[in-house]
């Protein structure tokens, strides 16, 4: 083993390992208890989450970290979860609500004012343990204005990429899996292979063995690149302008990111623009199969009416319309109509016509989501280091973690059932 390979596989070591800073905000400090919340948004979008949250009149604490797995498994083993958790992960709330730590939010919102994707990944039958209080949009590419990229695949010298994340790093590459998927194949096999279902071995099979090496090859075009894209944070640096804005050279002009990269582009976010990334992704070329979605999901640990009632205030119309208009995001709730600029709503379009499907790696159990995101590490880092990534077994070491979730008693009533919705 080279040295320099030692040095990044210690990289991807480390980004495995981070953890990021907290921030908790108190509210409305009364006689009353308040409400617990555990979240991952800090910083300014915490601060605008918890304006909307006083507008709802329910004292709260919030609590918002990066290391929100580890955090919330903490609480729970302490026997002290919170009262509400926001989180992408499906997978892991699926979890959860198998062990009987959740509750069902039954009448607390009406799951038709959301519809597929979102509430097709439904939990056991007869309940349901989430609700989208945040959207976003993948399956698209970022460009500055006038500069936009031929409908071809891009070298990677023309991409911005970073693996890194202070609770989840590597998922920025499973994003490149997952699209590379979803645009090949459909969102049939796509689903499939999310959920593990179908009969087939997923982790092993041509679709994702082919996508991953379409992947790889872009990656081996500059072993410098790859190495950067190891070692960078997906949002730049702090106080920047995003990895899209922050490179005066303009070394890198597409950016495979989520509609969430608008907020890191801060003053830049008006020079921004999209399209979709079907053309543009390795061996590209085809048409737009679906988009890929992602949402942050609301869940109960407690049976606490004032929790409850939050929950119903933060998932209505009027309480989507809020966080929406104070925080510029998007919203699952089909009632909420966008507004803001072109570009905003090319996004809330998207999110809301044609066939969408769940981020892969949020469905899957988290055992093999994490598997997912090593897997992705170190190909880069192989990559990087000029040595063959072997993806045939980094595949065979993720289809062991999913054969083990298949086993009896692992699957879960709760956990999600469809992925993708073709309306």
Wanted: glycine share 10%; with cysteine; net charge negative.
């Amino acid at each position: 083993m080279t040295r320099r390979f030692r040095m990044l596989v210690f990289g991807v070591v480390m980004l495995l390992i981070a953890a990021g800073g907290m921030v908790v905000v108190w509210a409305q400090h009364d006689d009353e208890e308040p409400v617990t919340i555990l979240g991952t948004w800090t910083a300014g979008q915490a601060e605008r989450f918890e304006t909307v949250l006083r507008g709802f009149g329910i004292p709260f604490r919030y609590q918002g970290t990066a290391a929100q797995r580890e955090v919330l498994l903490s609480k729970v083993q302490a026997g002290d979860p919170p009262d509400i958790v926001i989180m992408p992960g499906l997978g892991e709330l699926a979890e959860y609500a198998d062990q009987k730590l959740l509750e069902p939010l039954d009448d607390l919102y009406d799951p038709r004012e959301y519809g597929a994707p979102w509430m097709a990944a439904a939990s056991s039958p007869g309940h349901v343990y989430w609700v989208p209080v945040k959207a976003d949009l993948k399956s698209i590419v970022w460009y500055r204005g006038g500069r936009k990229p031929d409908a071809a695949p891009a070298p990677l010298k023309r991409w911005c990429i970073g693996m890194g994340d202070d609770g989840a790093s590597g998922w920025p590459g499973t994003d490149w899996i997952e699209d590379l998927v979803l645009q090949r194949e459909g969102p049939e096999v796509y689903e499939k292979w999310a959920l593990g279902t179908g009969g087939t071995k997923w982790w092993r099979s041509d679709p994702v063995r082919t996508a991953w090496e379409a992947w790889a090859g872009l990656l081996r075009q500059d072993e410098r690149a790859a190495e950067r894209a190891l070692l960078t944070d997906h949002r730049g640096d702090p106080g920047g302008h995003g990895l899209l804005f922050d490179n005066p050279s303009g070394e890198c002009a597409l950016e495979h990111q989520g509609s969430f990269a608008l907020s890191f582009y801060g003053s830049d976010a008006r020079h921004a623009r999209l399209t979709d990334s079907a053309p543009l992704l390795p061996d590209g070329g085809g048409p737009v199969r679906a988009h890929e979605v992602t949402g942050d999901f609301a869940a109960l640990f407690s049976d606490r009416s004032e929790a409850q009632e939050l929950i119903r205030l933060l998932a209505s119309k009027e309480g989507q319309r809020r966080w929406v208009e104070q925080a510029g995001v998007f919203s699952a709730n089909r009632q909420v109509k966008p507004e803001g600029d072109a570009i905003k709503g090319q996004i809330a379009r998207r999110l809301r016509e044609g066939p969408r499907c769940l981020d892969a790696s949020d469905v899957m159990a988290p055992a093999v989501r994490d598997a997912f995101y090593e897997a992705v590490l170190l190909t880069i880092a192989r990559a990087a280091a000029g040595q063959d990534p072997d993806i045939p077994g980094l595949l065979q070491d993720v289809q062991r973690v999913q054969d083990a979730q298949s086993t009896p008693g692992a699957g879960g009533r709760a956990a999600p059932k469809t992925v993708c919705s073709t309306r």
